[in-house]
Structures are given as C-alpha cells and as structure tokens.
C-alpha cells in the first residue's frame, strides 16, 4: 500500500470516530433531520448567476428556484474552481482544485485511484447511488462513474435524461438514494442544431421580442457553435470585439436565446421537485443545483466560454432546498468556491468528510449567513473581498467601484496588488504539490482513450477542433 493511500486510510478512519462524536454534542443547522435525507444533485452546465433571476436578473428566467429558495439557501458569491466541464466536475466531486486532481483536457488522465469522491463516500454509506449526464466531457473514463450503482450518459439532455432519473427514483423510494442529474440544455449546440442555444419546445425564443423572418441560426454555412467560434476566431484576427462585427446581432440574439434555455432548465427542475413532492420524498431530500462555470456575451470581446476568470465566466448558482426550514430563506453572504460544496453536504448530511478535501464546510455559514472564506482561486485568477487579481494577464479590478472588470488597475503599484499575486503563486505551488504526491502513488496508466463518439460529441460542443 502507497504512503498517501494509508495516509487517507488513517485519516478517514480518524475524522469517521471523531466525526460521530462531535456530530452527538454540536449544535449543527438541522443537524436533527440530516442524517436522513436523500440528496439530489443538479448541475446546470454553463449556467451564470447573474443570468437567473434567482440571483436578481431582469428576467424571470428562474421563477422555479426562487420558489424552491424560500426553503433553502442561496450562496451569493459562488465561484467555480477554474476550466470549463471536466475539471471543474471532478473539482465538485472530489473537493480538489483542477491543478491539484490532474483531470484536465489537455493532460488526457483520469482520476487519480488515490483520490476519494463524493459518490464514493455516499456509496460507502449505504446511499443507492445513479447518474444521468449528458455525454462529452462527463464520460466516465475520466472517474466520474466511481461511487455510482448506475452511470447513465446516454444523454439527450433533460427530454429524456430527466424521465430515465425520475423513474429510478421511483424505484429507490424505498432507499436511502443520491441522484447525479447533469444538463447541457443551456450550453450552446451542436450535432446538426442550427441555433447556437436550442432546447426544446421552442423555449429558447421565449425572450426574443421580435423573432428573426427566415431565420436558421447559420450564416455562410455555419451554425450554432461552430458558427460562434467562427465570431471568435473573425474579432481576434481584426482585433476588434465581437459586438464590433458586423455579425453583432448574432451575439444579442444568441443571448436572448440562452435566457430562454435557461428558463426551460428552470422548468423541468419544476417537474422533478413535484415529483418528489408527489413520492413523498420532497421533505426528506436535499436538493441541490449549481453549475460548472458561465458563458460571455461579448463582456471582454468574446463569446462563449474560454476566457476564464471574468465574472460572468466565474460566478455560478449554487442553491440548496433543505428540509425543515420551514420556509425560511437563507441568503449566504461571503466567498464560496466549488471545492466547499462536497464537504458542505456531507456535513449536511451527518457524514464524514472526504479524507484530504481542499474545500470547506460551509454548514455553520447557513446559520451565521457569512462565509468567512478569505479567498477563491481559479488557477492563477484569485479573487479576495472585492478584488480579483489575473496575474498571467497583468489585470487587477476592483468590482466594487467596477463590477464588469473593464478599468484594469494593474499599472497602479498597489500593495494589495502585490500580496495578491504572492498569494496566487504559493497556492499554486500547494496544488502543483499535492498533484505531485499523488501522482507518486499511482501505480497503472490511468490515461483515458476515447471513443470516435466520444470525440464527435466534444467536436460538436466546440471544444476540439
């Protein structure tokens, strides 16, 4: 057995004996009733906070989880941990930061057996465990099935993932049940969809004010992703921004269109809460939705989502239905990053932490409604109060005086500046570490091989070329 591996061995068994003490004598937010829930888990892929009108958009575009809200919490300043679906996943899973589990594209590795995730855990706990995901990036070649009974990527998005979900928990009502549901019906399209967002019923046109006559979503034999890429690709060889192209209502309507997905998304999440409504199981399961990282509109000159860090980008919904509020509303204030949700509800839910976790428990925040995390860092992006440095950029911004980031401070010799990106540096050096020691200990070639349809799935997404 590795050195690390019985590290983790001892420390579990540690944190488990110490665990089941503490959790007899603390005064812990619904501490009474979580040792029974269930818990759904929901991760709405490409989703930014400020695009619902959970977290205050113009649009009611999320009209079902502001009424799910009134007996939840609601993180304000929730931040992913960096990279688009494939990290930052498997940050939520295993309470690790990208650079500190190694799950990244461009190193084509999978998960680390060193590592323990959270399906593992709940599995580990007598918790009948099934996933339904959308196909690409959530493939469990990468991990991600680790912990499941079931792991169901035939995707489709919500029309058919979400009946395949709700009739298995009709089969496991009787159990004590984790359900993984992942959607890209707000990510942009691909697989023949002309719309650059597409979902269905035609939702996606319920913001567009005037529907375009004759329109398809390409223009010059391009179309949804491919064609917004094309956008990208045309601003960076005229150095302009995108909303400066002549194609610039491609943008404004692609955006309207996502709102409209958006708000699709809200909907079926309606239909799954009624569901559990309806099997008696509402009241005892703790419903979670969140989501990987945004999308840009144009905000910092481009489309879609490769320009990590910005705000639009980097703030996501993180939102929790938790049994026995009794209608009380809980709006958490303060930084929260991806890697605090696993050990957030694992606490919830009376069960010990992930052995080695990066993350924090936020449960005590839900009673105090403040954080008190002093930071978040998105690779080298870290955001700290107010402030977030970009140091490989040279950008410095300070969103209270500039919440869109466009007056770039960095030429001022801030002090702040300087301890910031100090900062940055020694938390990459701790991930680059941790990479490093468990990757010590792996014995087999965990390099994943994907399949012809593995990649065309990824090609239609736009992430390869």
């Not at 590290?7 to 665990?19: D, E, G, M, Q, R």
């Not at 597409?198 to 006559?213: A, I």
């Not at 809460?273 to 009241?283: C, N, P, Q, V």
Request: glycine share 10%; with cysteine.
């Amino acid at each position: 057995m590795k050195p690390l591996r019985l590290l983790v061995a001892s420390v579990t068994a540690l944190l488990v004996s110490w665990f089941l003490v503490g959790r007899q004598t603390s005064d812990s937010f619904a501490r009474s009733v979580g040792p029974g829930w269930n818990l759904v888990l929901i991760s709405i892929d490409t989703l930014r906070a400020d695009r619902t009108s959970l977290y205050g958009y113009h649009r009611q575009t999320t009209p079902t989880l502001e009424a799910i809200a009134r007996d939840g919490v609601v993180f304000e300043d929730f931040y992913y941990s960096g990279g688009g679906t494939l990290p930052s996943h498997m940050s939520l899973f295993t309470s690790h930061h990208p650079a500190a589990h190694g799950v990244e594209p461009h190193r084509d590795r999978s998960l680390s057996p060193q590592i323990m995730t959270l399906p593992e855990v709940l599995a580990g706990s007598g918790f009948s465990t099934a996933a339904f995901v959308d196909p690409g990036w959530m493939n469990p070649r990468y991990g991600f099935g680790r912990g499941f009974d079931s792991y169901d990527d035939r995707g489709h998005r919500l029309r058919d993932t979400l009946p395949r979900a709700i009739e298995w928990i009709r089969d496991h009502a009787r159990q004590r049940f984790f359900l993984f549901l992942h959607t890209y019906d707000v990510h942009s399209t691909g697989l023949g969809e002309s719309l650059p967002y597409d979902c269905p019923g035609e939702s996606e046109w319920t913001f567009v004010e005037e529907r375009p006559k004759d329109y398809d979503g390409c223009d010059s034999g391009l179309c949804g992703t491919k064609l917004l890429r094309e956008l990208n690709a045309t601003a960076d060889r005229r150095g302009v921004r995108v909303t400066e192209l002549t194609a610039a209502e491609h943008v404004a309507l692609a955006s309207d269109l996502y709102d409209g997905c958006v708000f699709y998304v809200d909907q079926q999440i309606g239909h799954l809460a009624d569901e559990l409504a309806r099997l008696g199981l509402l009241e005892r399961t703790l419903l979670v939705v969140l989501s990987d990282h945004g999308e840009e509109f144009g905000e910092h000159g481009r489309v879609l989502h490769d320009q990590g860090g910005f705000e639009e980008l980097a703030r996501v919904p993180w939102m929790m239905r938790v049994p026995g509020l009794g209608g009380r509303s809980v709006r958490v204030r303060g930084l929260a990053a991806m890697v605090d949700v696993a050990p957030t509800l694992l606490s919830l839910l009376g069960l010990p932490p992930l052995p080695l976790a990066q993350g924090q428990n936020l449960e005590p925040s839900l009673e105090s409604g403040v954080t008190g995390r002093r930071d978040v860092h998105m690779y080298s992006v870290l955001r700290a109060g107010t402030v977030k440095v970009f140091p490989d950029e040279k950008l410095f911004f300070n969103l209270a005086d500039d919440p869109r980031e466009i007056v770039n401070l960095w030429e001022e010799n801030s002090p702040l500046k300087h301890r910031m990106v100090a900062r940055s540096r020694r938390l990459a050096e701790v991930d680059l570490a941790r990479l490093e020691q468990i990757e010590a200990g792996i014995d087999t070639n965990t390099g994943v091989a994907l399949s012809p349809e593995d990649l065309a799935r990824l090609r239609a997404l736009g992430y390869l070329r």
